[in-house]
């Protein structure tokens, strides 16, 4: 039984999904401390032959509150016509802009402030798009031992979903050790993905963007090939 763990990405780029894709189990980490200048409301998309960040504000609250406890400001609505008007501004020209677009709207139409559902809203729609069918989890509704903290609360979740193979993203060659895994019984393994260039309207190839970006130059079937370009350390 594999499983990954991921905070709430806002459209993260496709490593995020390929960890998805792989895993028998994907665990949406909304219970840990929300932390200013990630990725959980904001992404970057191409826009004049560079990357272009885009974000969604969130309200001002307790820095102690859990990432499931945030919310987006009033100004989403605002927000989210501003991106729809620069992904028209940028990929009207795309091959696949129509059914990315139509795709984007029905993320974007739901009314929900609640960051981690939000997200995870958007992150379901993404993957039935793409046929991934990787049951998907929120963190702060699983029974497991909240008083753990970092790796040792991550070794908690696997033991919930009944994990014998967790898989981080690459980073987490930093935090997590493959010998404190492996006395718990469980195979500790690290995603790299490849860089796979496709072609954005012939210029200078500009990578690790949004899936948006993805989902805009390549067909499906394109995506479903990118998503196994990775390497497990």
């Not at 763990?5 to 401390?33: E, S």
């Not at 620069?86 to 993320?107: F, G, M, N, Q, W």
Request: hydrophobic share 40%; net charge positive; glycine share 4%.
């Amino acid at each position: 039984m594999k499983i990954s763990i991921m905070q709430p990405y806002l459209f993260p780029y496709i490593g995020y999904f390929q960890l998805i894709n792989m895993a028998d189990k994907f665990v949406i980490y909304d219970d840990v401390q929300y932390i200013k200048g990630g990725w959980i409301n904001r992404n970057r998309i191409l826009l004049n032959r560079k990357a272009h960040l885009f974000t969604f504000s969130i309200k001002n609250d307790s820095t102690f509150l859990n990432i499931n406890q945030r919310f987006f400001t009033e100004n989403i609505h605002k927000e989210r016509k501003i991106l729809l008007n620069l992904v028209e501004l940028s990929y009207r020209k795309a091959p696949y802009y129509s059914k990315t677009k139509k795709l984007l709207d029905c993320i974007l139409s739901v009314d929900e402030m609640n960051i981690s559902q939000m997200i995870t809203h958007s992150l379901k729609l993404i993957c039935d798009h793409l046929d991934i069918g990787t049951k998907i989890y929120f963190s702060s509704e699983l029974t497991k031992d909240n008083t753990l903290k970092g790796e040792q609360r991550v070794i908690n979740i696997n033991k919930c979903l009944g994990a014998d193979h967790y898989i981080n993203s690459v980073g987490g060659d930093k935090l997590y050790s493959k010998e404190v895994f492996k006395n718990n019984d469980i195979k500790l393994s690290f995603l790299q993905p490849r860089l796979v260039e496709y072609s954005q309207f012939n210029n200078e190839f500009v990578p690790w963007l949004s899936i948006i970006d993805v989902l805009m130059f390549n067909d499906k079937e394109k995506v479903q090939k990118i998503l196994n370009e990775y390497d497990l350390m």
